[in-house]
């Protein structure tokens, strides 16, 4: 980082020390409200107003809110959209990122190796996931299908981006495919900082293999595992490159939503409404707000159910 | 028992690897060939698809992006590491309400802000330039989370007592001691922020315009429209772009390793 030129300052009396913490988070701090906290703040305003970004603003009160929930099916379709997809994803990331972890922590050899390789799926850009994707579940040329269809599975293809429910799923599993190294990488790092003399002793104590797991490695975990439910939560509710790249964003088109919009996640619906389709800039503030409610009261319930009760800290 | 493991765990690895493996493929080909079955091996088209990316703007495109992740890594790293340091080895009248200020704050999603953002920006005169794609990294709640901790467990107090006593300034502790003792810890946050930034889309995608501007993903999402969608080209410019990501991540995956271990683990 920044080089250490810093003039030498003479010794300072103690109580010039009591500044230096101020200092040291100011420019954080500073950043934060400029940068996030304002734009935050001014959004609000914003979603209290009728505006399309260069007329007068009209102040309506709530009502936007109001016609989101009561005017605009696609606003709930969105909602019920990402949640299904959420919930097809975090418990099977939770699941398989464990398990793969606990098998490749207890390798001898090549534990590094296959860290490394799995985690080459976060790394690639969203962009190449989503032509990759949309390219290998093409219904004619689509190597799933091929595959499928060779192997005398299926007598005809299937239409795997035109359904409601298959587009779901593809969408699901390309959040999946990403996201699995992550969630390795952290829970191996997780059973790597369990100190070893831990696993000795209950060795000693004749516990083996799935007891072990159970009894030890798991509850060790929890903090682990709460961290990542809370995160995968919240931005599995902002779910947004994955359907767009999927649909639209390779082949130029506008299309919005997928098949009947079945893939269209709250925030693409945010993004349509505020920037490609119109620019219903206060509805579209009252979009990502009502997203920011949600998303609140689910890390709060999700804290809540995998924390447990007397482990707040 | 030992098999039926390698077993799984080679096939997970393959079906982690095949479309990494596809989109390289894929930029060897001539487009319409891809379509005609799935790439597995190699074919001849790469030079005439590298020619095709580099005679559009690309060349331009991966120093925006370049500029960007990099202003994002020293920007984020900076402040995250100061308040870090702060929170974690200085107690203060503050102390408490920053901790929870920081905690709050990693729950409000970007994308709340946006619109506001956007229009901020605007005002500020920065609307056609890369900074409204830097400047959202000035202040990145998660790695001010992730530098208290690992701050917290990896400098020793009596370290910073010493240097104290020895009349070292307080930005020379940090400078010359914190900085030095932490790196394991800045080579995660600069991994994960450099390949967060390189690998955005959504904010570039609604705030930059001007195709002098664009990002690697904005620009590859449009490249070869004109004529016709040059999909080989495609992934050819896709590929080069996963290059430095890949790059910075295997000249850190050790260190990487090491710093989640220490930072984010204590969730």
């Known amino acids: 980082m920044t080089g250490s030129s810093l003039p030498q300052a003479a010794p300072r009396v103690k109580r010039t020390i009591r500044i230096w913490p101020y200092l040291f988070a100011l420019p954080f701090v500073l950043a934060y409200a400029l940068f996030q906290l304002y734009p935050v703040l001014y959004s609000f305003y914003l979603s ?55 098998t490749i922590f207890n390798l001898t050899r090549g534990r590094r190796l296959f860290q490394t390789v ?15 994707f949309s390219f290998m579940f093409d ?61 000795e002793a209950a060795k000693m104590d004749g516990s083996t293999g799935l007891h072990t797991f159970t009894r030890i490695t798991l509850p060790l975990l929890r903090n682990i595992s709460v961290f990542l439910v809370v995160t995968s939560i919240i931005s599995g509710l902002q779910l947004f490159d994955e359907p767009k790249l999927l649909y639209g964003g390779w082949s130029g088109s506008v299309q919005v939503g997928g098949p009947d919009n079945s893939a269209l996640t709250v925030i693409w619906k945010f993004v349509d409404d505020s920037f490609i389709s119109g620019t219903r800039f206060g509805y579209g503030s009252a979009i990502a707000y009502s997203l920011f409610l949600l998303i609140i009261l689910f890390s709060i319930a999700s804290y809540r159910l995998t924390a447990g009760k007397g482990d707040e800290r | 028992m030992r098999y039926v493991v390698w077993t799984l765990l080679l096939i997970v690895t393959v079906i982690s690897l095949v479309p990494f493996y596809i989109m390289i493929m894929m930029s060897t080909y001539f487009t319409e060939d891809i379509f005609k079955g799935l790439p597995l ?10 020619r095709t990316v580099f005679e559009s703007n690309f060349i331009q495109v991966y120093m925006n992006s370049l500029v960007v992740s990099v202003s994002a890594v020293l920007l984020a790293g900076l402040t995250s590491t100061l308040i870090g340091y702060s929170l974690a080895k200085f107690h203060f009248r503050f102390k408490r309400l920053l901790n929870y200020f920081i905690i709050i704050s990693m729950m409000v999603p970007t994308q709340v802000g ?42 020793p107090n009596e370290v910073l007592e010493c240097a104290r006593i020895d009349g070292c300034s307080e930005p020379g502790i940090f400078f010359r001691i914190v900085l030095p003792l932490i790196k394991p810890g800045l080579a995660t946050l600069a991994t994960l922020v450099f390949l967060w930034s390189w690998n955005n889309y959504l904010l570039p995608l609604v705030t930059i315009n001007d195709s002098r501007w664009y990002t690697v993903p904005v620009f590859v999402s449009n490249l070869g429209i004109v004529h016709r969608t040059d999909y080989a080209a495609r992934m050819t410019a896709l590929a080069i772009a996963t290059l430095p990501v890949l790059l910075v991540f295997l000249a850190g995956s050790k260190t ?8 984010a683990v204590k969730g």
């Open chain 2, 256 to 263: 990487f390793i090491k710093g989640i271990t220490a930072g």
């Open chain 2, 114 to 155: 946006i619109i506001g953002y956007i229009i901020e920006m605007k005002h500020l005169g920065f609307g056609n330039t890369l900074l409204p794609i830097i400047l959202v990294w000035a202040a990145f709640p998660f790695g001010a989370f992730f530098m208290v901790q690992f701050i917290k467990d990896t400098v």
């Open chain 1, 118 to 132: 799995n985690f080459l799926p976060y790394i690639t850009t969203p962009v190449a996931i989503g032509f990759i």
């Open chain 1, 48 to 102: 209290l107003n009728d505006w399309n970004g260069v007329g007068a603003k009209t102040f309506i009160g709530l009502k936007n809110y109001i016609d989101l929930f009561t005017k605009d099916p696609l606003f709930i379709k969105s909602i019920y959209n990402t949640l299904i997809i959420m919930v097809m994803t975090v418990p099977l990331l939770i699941l398989i990122g464990m398990f793969l972890a606990y």
């Open chain 2, 41 to 50: 091996l190699p074919g001849s088209y790469l030079l005439d698809n590298l």
């Open chain 1, 139 to 199: 219904w004619q040329t689509g190597t799933v299908n091929q595959l499928l269809l060779k192997l005398g599975v299926l007598d005809e293809g299937i239409y795997w981006l035109q359904g409601e429910w298959t587009s779901r799923i593809i969408i699901a599993l390309m959040v999946l495919w990403r996201n699995l190294g992550y969630f390795l990488a952290i829970y191996l790092a997780g059973m790597t900082a369990i100190p070893q003399d831990v696993y």
